[in-house]
């Protein structure tokens, strides 16, 4: 659902990190952000952008392959490259004032540390609960051999994007 437990106009700002692209109708979720932020509010959005530069989207294609039939939801990447994002913003309403890519890299230890870090998302909860905790993890292994050095250290950057927007 993307209904908001909050009274209408409550908010001088609203952020959804990560987020938006998760909800079942993208344009309804930011509907309820503009209903509960206060007129002329900034609403921040920051998700994935453009999956060419993204590591995380080589292992989500790798776990992908492992269904017969894939999931018609993409995932974390579902309103990516920005422009898409762009669209849902002008198509709800908003005002975009600015937009940035920026780069964030995440180095894990190991394999069982990225493992850890991973398995509790809801992708990859959602794709062992459907295949097998083994061949997800087996999948995952396989994918970030590319990311990591001769020490077993796994380094992954991705390229997100932000985007502030302004309630009319």
Known sequence: SESLPFPEHTFDYVLALHSLQFTENPVRALHEFQRVAKPHAKIGVAMFGDMAHADFAVLGAAVRKLFANPPAFEGPFSLSPPAKLHNVIRYAGL????????????????????????????????????????????????????FTGTDGRITLTNRFHAVICIKP
């Open 95 to 146: 005002e975009m004032l600015e937009h940035e890519d920026f780069d964030r890299t995440r180095e894990f230890a190991n394999f069982d540390e990225f493992w850890q870090s991973q398995s509790g998302t809801g992708t990859t909860r959602f794709s062992v609960a459907k295949l097998g905790e083994d061949p997800v993890r087996n999948a995952m292994s396989a994918a970030v051999v590319p």
